[in-house]
């Protein structure tokens, strides 16, 4: 079974940047798509960013679109999120998913906690 676990996570403040990644096992990782969710406390989990197995194709939320970059190494299983000009609302903890199928989701790591003080 397929783990993912993300890192860089940390407290930054506003207009600063942070890099998460999010490792995955497993051989068949470059044949699935790969998403960011964030939830920040009192509210639902929220879509971020996507990126495709082909790597060709992202899709962004409209809050993070011109911020956020979303990349896969496939040498590496990883997929990471640069996240530049952070804004306090982008406080939340940060997980990878893997996609089965558009929307379905078969394996989530723990999460990683990114802080944007103002």
């Known amino acids: 079974q397929v783990q993912l676990v993300e890192s860089g996570g940390g407290l930054v403040q506003a207009g600063g940047s942070l890099r998460l990644s999010c490792a995955a096992s497993?051989?068949?990782?470059?044949?699935?798509?790969m998403d960011w969710f964030r939830q920040a406390p009192g509210k639902e989990r929220e879509f971020v960013a996507g990126?495709?197995?082909?790597?060709?194709?992202?899709h962004y939320a409209d809050a993070v679109k011109g911020r956020f970059t979303i990349s896969r190494e496939y040498a590496k299983n990883t997929v990471s999120l640069q996240m530049n000009n952070l804004k306090p609302e982008d406080t939340a903890v940060y997980y990878c998913?893997?996609?089965?199928?558009?929307?379905?989701?078969?394996?989530w790591g723990q999460g990683t906690q990114v802080t944007v003080s103002s």
């Open positions: 998913a893997r996609a089965i199928t558009v929307g379905n989701y078969d394996a």
């Open positions: 497993g051989r068949t990782f470059s044949a699935y798509s």
């Open positions: 990126i495709r197995w082909s790597a060709s194709i992202t």
